[in-house]
């Protein structure tokens, strides 16, 4: 199994600030072939349903506001929001899907 | 619109057998995958396995291997969890979500609403 870990468990930022979450996988998670990382991002918002962001590790979804990028490649990966806005409190997972399916722990996001 | 409808909120007791319901709308049903997730009360998120909305072909998180049973109908673009004797460790809100299947992109690009599911005596 491919384990997912994720820095910090939770952050508290100040708004207009910039927010910063790591992942980490056990094991590489590239496809060095078609050079893609197998890696997304959810948004978890309280008492709603998860929302995907991020997918090939650095490609935002559809509809997603430009202030979400994503990056990193092999077992290391960082999702920044470059300008916290009240409405982006809510707890962020990573997803591996290169074996199967695994879930980083979440990171709760909280204004400071 | 792309949408996936769940069944209701569920409380039943302890080795009474269950099954939950997750309705596509929207998209060519038998082109993609239908996840199951769970998360229970204050946690995480975990992948309890999917199937395939065209051959039914499925796949289990060895963590729900033998626990749980996915299945699906596809005449009327429905996927199913069900349990055969529940336990309180089950108590959690089961997520259905739609996963791709194009040249390994596996996202879960659309999520249902959401079931409770509470096992309580």
């Known amino acids: 199994d491919i384990l997912m870990t994720q820095s910090p468990d939770s952050l508290a930022v100040s708004l207009g600030e910039r927010a910063t979450i790591n992942c980490k996988s056990s094991?590489?998670?590239?496809?060095?072939?078609?050079?893609?990382?197998?890696l997304a991002w959810y948004q978890q918002k309280p008492g709603q349903t998860p929302k995907l962001l991020i997918y090939w590790a650095s490609t935002r979804e559809s509809g997603v506001p430009d202030r979400f990028s994503g990056s990193g490649s092999g077992t290391d990966f960082t999702l920044t929001i470059s300008s916290l806005q009240a409405e982006d409190v809510a707890v962020y997972y990573c997803?591996?899907?290169?074996?199967?399916?695994?879930f980083g722990q979440g990171t709760r996001l909280e204004i400071k | 619109e792309v949408q996936l409808a769940q069944s209701g909120a569920e409380v039943k007791k302890p080795g009474e057998s269950l099954k939950i319901s997750c309705m596509g709308s929207?998209?060519?049903?038998?082109?993609?995958?239908i996840a199951w997730v769970r998360q229970m009360p204050g946690k995480g998120l975990e992948w309890v396995g999917f199937i395939n909305g065209g051959d039914s072909e499925i796949r289990y998180s060895p963590s729900f291997q033998g626990q749980v049973t996915i299945s699906v109908d596809r005449s009327i673009r429905t996927a199913y969890l069900q349990w055969n004797s529940l336990k309180a460790s089950d108590t959690a809100i089961y997520f259905c979500?739609?996963?791709?299947?194009?040249?390994?992109?596996?996202?879960?690009?659309?999520w249902g609403q959401g079931t409770p599911v509470t096992v309580s005596s």
């Open positions: 979500a739609r996963r791709r299947d194009d040249h390994g992109d596996r996202r879960f690009d659309t």
């Open positions: 997803q591996q899907y290169y074996s199967d399916i695994t």
């Open positions: 929207g998209y060519a049903f038998s082109a993609f995958w």
């Open positions: 094991q590489s998670i590239l496809d060095s072939g078609h050079n893609k990382n197998y």
